[in-house]
């Protein structure tokens, strides 16, 4: 069996719950979106690797989720308090957990996409995949050197992309405007979760037309 969330994201989905993030409904383009950014607080005030840096910041979305599929626009860049270290890392958490201790999340750091023409390595680490809590980018560097939680994409910052994941157990297939751009076995926990629209320290991002099924996907 199979079920199907759609929206437009052209305002904050009813039973939707922010955390450290702020979500305003905004039209960029011409086009209805969500806006998300870290609050002023959490980019300010917060710690690195606890606050932010791959940590529970997202619109979480009141979508049951286990395998399946996800799929929504991001147009992401830098925010007005970015570090010099932003790359308007924007994407989308799953399997969150009710007290969101862990969860897996796919997301895309434009400012490394091929459209910027980055310098090496940073033109492979344009699309990331982390589990929380314990596998995060810099773990999953150190101990993945050959970069397979990583991969360029032809992507760059302020710009709408469609990101696809195709969900099953512990395999994550992720694609980028229609192009397969990275495949992963999980370290993260199998079972239901919730949905979440991440950003991470210095982005400012828009998210439309969210589409969530749910069922096997992948053989």
Known sequence: MTSEFVHRLD???????????????????????LRISLTDEVS????????????????????????????????SGLHRLAPDYARGFAGVAYR??????????????????????PPPPRDRRAVQHFSYPEWTFDRLREAYPDGRYEAGAEIGPDQWLHLRLDVQGERCRVTVDGVPVLE???????GMGAVGLFVDIGTEAYFADLRVVSGSVLD
């Open 11 to 33: 305002g904050v989905p009813k039973g939707a719950r922010a955390h450290s993030v702020s979500a305003v409904a905004a039209t960029v383009e011409g086009r209805g979106a």
């Open 184 to 190: 992963v076995t999980t370290h993260g926990r199998w």
């Open 96 to 117: 969150i957990s009710p007290r969101r201790d862990h969860f897996d999340c796919v997301y895309v750091r434009p400012l490394n996409g091929l459209r910027t023409n």
């Open 44 to 75: 300010l005030h917060g710690v690195p690797g606890r606050d932010y840096i791959d940590a529970p910041t997202f619109l979480e979305l009141p979508v049951a989720f286990a395998d399946g599929t996800i799929e929504v626009d991001i147009r």
